[in-house]
Protein backbone atom coordinates (compact mmCIF):
# COMPACT_ATOMS: atom_id res chain seq x y z
CA UNK A 1 0.00 0.00 0.00
CA UNK A 2 2.85 2.46 0.56
CA UNK A 3 5.02 3.55 -2.16
CA UNK A 4 8.31 5.39 -1.91
CA UNK A 5 10.26 7.73 -3.79
CA UNK A 6 13.87 8.74 -3.09
CA UNK A 7 15.53 12.39 -4.28
CA UNK A 8 18.73 14.15 -3.64
CA UNK A 9 21.51 12.19 -4.78
CA UNK A 10 23.99 13.71 -6.92
CA UNK A 11 27.80 14.19 -7.33
CA UNK A 12 29.78 15.56 -4.44
CA UNK A 13 33.44 16.05 -3.05
CA UNK A 14 35.26 13.62 -1.00
CA UNK A 15 34.65 14.98 2.50
CA UNK A 16 31.27 16.71 1.46
CA UNK A 17 27.69 16.37 2.25
CA UNK A 18 24.52 15.30 0.58
CA UNK A 19 20.88 15.25 2.14
CA UNK A 20 18.42 12.41 0.46
CA UNK A 21 15.32 12.59 0.41
CA UNK A 22 12.17 9.72 0.55
CA UNK A 23 8.84 10.68 -0.01
CA UNK A 24 5.84 7.93 0.86
CA UNK A 25 2.61 7.59 0.09
CA UNK A 26 -0.35 7.21 2.69
CA UNK A 27 -1.93 7.94 5.92
CA UNK A 28 -0.20 4.90 7.28
CA UNK A 29 3.40 5.95 6.76
CA UNK A 30 3.98 5.77 10.67
CA UNK A 31 2.99 2.09 10.92
CA UNK A 32 6.35 1.27 9.01
CA UNK A 33 9.75 1.16 10.15
CA UNK A 34 11.72 2.80 7.24
CA UNK A 35 15.14 1.90 5.72
CA UNK A 36 18.27 2.98 3.24
CA UNK A 37 19.88 0.62 1.49
CA UNK A 38 22.93 1.45 -1.00
CA UNK A 39 24.24 -1.10 -4.00
CA UNK A 40 27.35 -0.37 -5.59
CA UNK A 41 28.78 -1.90 -9.35
CA UNK A 42 29.81 -5.60 -9.00
CA UNK A 43 28.51 -5.43 -4.75
CA UNK A 44 25.49 -7.26 -3.19
CA UNK A 45 22.58 -4.75 -1.76
CA UNK A 46 23.81 -3.61 1.83
CA UNK A 47 22.01 -1.56 4.58
CA UNK A 48 22.72 1.45 5.71
CA UNK A 49 20.51 2.61 8.54
CA UNK A 50 16.81 2.24 9.28
CA UNK A 51 14.75 4.35 11.56
CA UNK A 52 11.52 2.68 14.15
CA UNK A 53 7.82 3.87 13.66
CA UNK A 54 7.90 7.17 15.43
CA UNK A 55 11.41 7.64 15.14
CA UNK A 56 12.09 6.96 18.24
CA UNK A 57 15.40 4.27 17.29
CA UNK A 58 17.60 4.33 14.57
CA UNK A 59 20.23 1.68 13.54
CA UNK A 60 23.35 2.47 11.58
CA UNK A 61 26.02 -0.12 9.78
CA UNK A 62 29.29 0.10 10.87
CA UNK A 63 30.85 1.80 7.55
CA UNK A 64 28.10 5.08 8.15
CA UNK A 65 27.96 5.28 11.70
CA UNK A 66 28.89 8.64 13.33
CA UNK A 67 28.34 9.72 9.54
CA UNK A 68 25.19 9.48 8.54
CA UNK A 69 21.70 10.55 10.63
CA UNK A 70 18.42 8.87 9.42
CA UNK A 71 15.33 11.23 10.53
CA UNK A 72 11.73 10.78 9.56
CA UNK A 73 8.95 13.40 9.82
CA UNK A 74 5.53 11.40 9.68
CA UNK A 75 3.38 14.82 9.49
CA UNK A 76 5.18 14.99 5.93
CA UNK A 77 5.30 11.17 5.17
CA UNK A 78 8.97 11.64 4.83
CA UNK A 79 11.90 10.10 5.61
CA UNK A 80 15.97 11.57 5.42
CA UNK A 81 19.30 11.00 4.93
CA UNK A 82 21.89 13.17 5.78
CA UNK A 83 25.45 11.86 4.74
CA UNK A 84 28.42 13.35 5.63
CA UNK A 85 32.02 13.43 5.57
CA UNK A 86 31.40 11.19 2.59
CA UNK A 87 33.92 9.09 1.38
CA UNK A 88 34.52 7.32 -2.60
CA UNK A 89 33.36 4.36 -1.48
CA UNK A 90 30.28 5.45 -0.34
CA UNK A 91 29.23 5.92 -3.99
CA UNK A 92 26.50 3.62 -5.00
CA UNK A 93 22.84 4.08 -5.87
CA UNK A 94 20.66 4.40 -2.70
CA UNK A 95 17.47 2.70 -1.93
CA UNK A 96 14.36 3.72 0.52
CA UNK A 97 11.98 1.24 1.55
CA UNK A 98 9.54 0.34 3.49
CA UNK A 99 8.88 -2.24 5.78
CA UNK A 100 5.75 -3.81 8.58
CA UNK A 101 8.04 -5.55 10.40
CA UNK A 102 8.31 -4.85 14.21
CA UNK A 103 11.69 -6.91 14.72
CA UNK A 104 14.77 -4.56 14.16
CA UNK A 105 16.79 -7.12 14.30
CA UNK A 106 15.05 -8.45 11.21
CA UNK A 107 14.65 -5.26 9.43
CA UNK A 108 18.44 -4.25 10.14
CA UNK A 109 19.81 -7.51 8.96
CA UNK A 110 17.75 -8.43 6.27
CA UNK A 111 16.73 -6.79 2.65
CA UNK A 112 13.86 -9.42 2.99
CA UNK A 113 12.04 -7.82 5.74
CA UNK A 114 10.97 -4.69 3.49
CA UNK A 115 8.24 -4.59 1.08
CA UNK A 116 8.05 -2.00 -0.72
CA UNK A 117 11.32 -0.32 -2.14
CA UNK A 118 11.85 3.08 -4.26
CA UNK A 119 13.55 3.05 -7.54
CA UNK A 120 16.90 4.72 -6.38
CA UNK A 121 19.06 8.05 -6.47
CA UNK A 122 22.34 7.80 -7.59
CA UNK A 123 24.87 9.35 -5.20
CA UNK A 124 28.67 9.70 -6.38
CA UNK A 125 31.75 10.54 -4.62
CA UNK A 126 34.65 11.88 -6.56
CA UNK A 127 37.79 11.27 -5.26
Known amino acids: QVQVAESGGGLVQDGGSLRLSCAAS????????MGWFRQAPGKEREFVTA????????YYAESVKGRFTISRDNAKNTVYLQMNSLKPEDTAVYYC????????????????????WGQGTQVTVSS
Open 26 to 33: GRTFSNYA
Open 97 to 116: AATSSRDSSYYTARSRAYEY
Open 51 to 58: ISRIGSRS
